[in-house]
């Protein structure tokens, strides 16, 4: 699944597109893409708008038209293409057609993806689709201090709480195996046994390694791709995950599952709590 530095990298390569374009057209092949609307008003409430505004919550795309926020969650398998034709492809299932000439294509080989559409409010927290997503990890709000009160109290284990998008919202599978090891924490330690200076670590090392994935693009494991001709490079710089050998001791990288994801660490780098 995408994580924050995918989706800002898909978000940065379409604003560069379609910033000032207006949507002339909606076709729908799969309806259910569309969340919280019907999809005739759907449609009849965007055509005619104007993409103004590329913002991101987490793994989130946020479309800022004229009168309307289009959120977009790519989940698992949505991407966006850009065509000078309309395609035909079965995988595509929502196809906007804009005023420039071309076709921006929604594609999603699994159907997990969503779309929702609302009314412009200044607080997009208040969206229904975000009634479980916390602050963006880069939010000024998120700090060492801020992750210990929301979990220092909690029976579980690190890598649970990163992964967890109401706490703080953006780190997926990958971003935060490389988090843990940047602590120097085993993601099985248990979050009540953080201490207020590991929390700092965690955060600082949160933002400085998802800054560092988004200025290379993201990273490209499997089918990830901006798929708007920008390809991540992060992946040549990752330290545990999918790694055999640890780049710091040269020790022998364990994998195994917590929180039923596939994880990896070091056992001689990263401490237990």
Do not use: W
């Amino acid at each position: 699944m995408p994580e924050a530095p995918e989706v800002q990298t898909v978000l940065s390569t379409l604003e560069a597109q379609i910033k000032d374009v207006s949507i002339e057209d909606v076709l729908i092949y799969y309806p259910k893409i569309i969340d919280n609307v019907e999809v005739e008003t759907f449609k009849n409430q965007l055509i005619g708008q104007t993409f103004h505004s590329f913002n991101r919550l987490g793994k989130y795309l946020i479309f800022g038209l004229d009168d309307y926020d289009l959120v977009v969650h790519l989940r698992m398998e949505g991407k966006f293409y850009l065509y000078n034709m309309l395609c035909e492809n079965k995988h595509i299932h929502i196809v906007f057609k804009l005023n420039s000439g071309t076709y921006m294509s929604y594609h999603d080989t699994r159907k997990f993806g969503r779309m929702y559409l609302y009314p412009k409010k200044e607080d997009i927290h208040a969206y229904p689709c975000f009634k479980n997503v916390g602050y963006d990890y880069m939010d000024e709000r998120v700090n060492g201090m801020y992750f210990y009160t929301c979990v220092h109290s909690l029976k579980r284990n690190l890598k649970s709480c990163l992964l967890d998008q109401s706490i703080m919202a953006g780190v997926g599978n990958i971003y935060a195996d490389e988090i843990c090891f940047a602590s120097g924490l085993d993601p099985r330690s248990r979050a009540l046994k953080l201490s207020k200076k590991d929390c700092e670590k965690i955060v600082f090392q949160t933002k400085r390694i998802l800054q560092g994935a988004t200025r290379f693009g993201g990273t490209t494991i499997r089918s990830y791709t901006s798929s708007l001709g920008v390809t991540g490079r992060f992946q040549l710089y990752l330290n545990v995950h999918d790694q055999t050998q640890c780049k710091v001791c040269h020790h022998a990288i364990k994998k195994l599952t917590v929180s039923q994801r596939g994880t990896y660490l070091c056992p001689n780098c990263q401490k237990r709590k």
